[in-house]
Each structure stands twice: as C-alpha cells, then as structure tokens.
Nanobody, 121 residues
Framework: QVQLVESGGDLVQPGGSLRLSCAASGFTFSGFGMNWVRQAPRKGLEWVSA????????LYADSVKGRFTISRNNAENMLYLQMNKLIPDDTAVYYC??????????????RGQGTPVTVSS
C-alpha cells in the first residue's frame, strides 16, 4: 500500500530555512504528481505546493511563492520541500500527499503522518 514518511521538521527562528523530505513506497512514484500540504494549529488543511511526475511542472500557493521550492528524485522515490525565509505563519504540520495523476494540477489523496515545523524566536 502507499507509504509516505516525512522528515526534517524542526523548531526554527523567523527568517531561517528548513528542508523537508518525504520517502515514498508502495506505488510507482515516478508515475504520479506529488504535493505538500500543511495544517496549522486549530486550522484546516492547506495545500502548499505540487510537482508533476516528471518534475517539469511545479505549483505553489501564493503564501509560499518565492520562498519555498518543491523538488523530487524519482530514482530514489523522494520528495523534497526547501523552505526559506520562514515566518511564524508557516508553523504547521507538513504532509506529503500522493497525487491521483501525473499532472501537478490533479487532486491528491493519500498522505503521510506529517512532520512538525515551528517558526518562533
């Protein structure tokens, strides 16, 4: 079955950087778009970014555009999120989520257990 394991979350000061990773297994990783979504305390799930199966199409929420970069390594079944210039509003549990199609624009379904990111001084 689909398994997604996120890592890399931490406590970081405002303006700092973090790199999140997601190890995927149980499906043909290179055949599906992938997403990062997040859930801040006492808020609903928010889509953050998506990448197509080949990596040639990437999308970002306006709230993270210019600060976050999504990437993937299909040879290693890994998804990444480089987060720069972090602000307190980025505090959330971050999940990677498997898309339902190769495009970055498709819906997503399965997600992992999440990794917590706290941005605070």
């Amino acid at each position: 079955q689909v398994q997604l394991v996120e890592s890399g979350g931490d406590l970081v000061q405002p303006g700092g950087s973090l790199r999140l990773s997601c190890a995927a297994s149980g499906f043909t990783f290179s055949g599906f778009g992938m997403n990062w979504v997040r859930q801040a305390p006492r808020k609903g799930l928010e889509w953050v970014s998506a990448i197509s199966s080949s990596g040639d199409e990437v999308l970002y929420a306006d709230s993270v555009k210019g600060r976050f970069t999504i990437s993937r390594n299909n040879a290693e079944n890994m998804l990444y999120l480089q987060m720069n210039k972090l602000i307190p509003d980025d505090t959330a549990v971050y999940y990677c989520a498997k898309g339902d199609e190769p495009s970055a624009q498709g819906a997503w379904s399965s997600r992992g257990q999440g990794t917590p990111v706290t941005v605070s001084s």
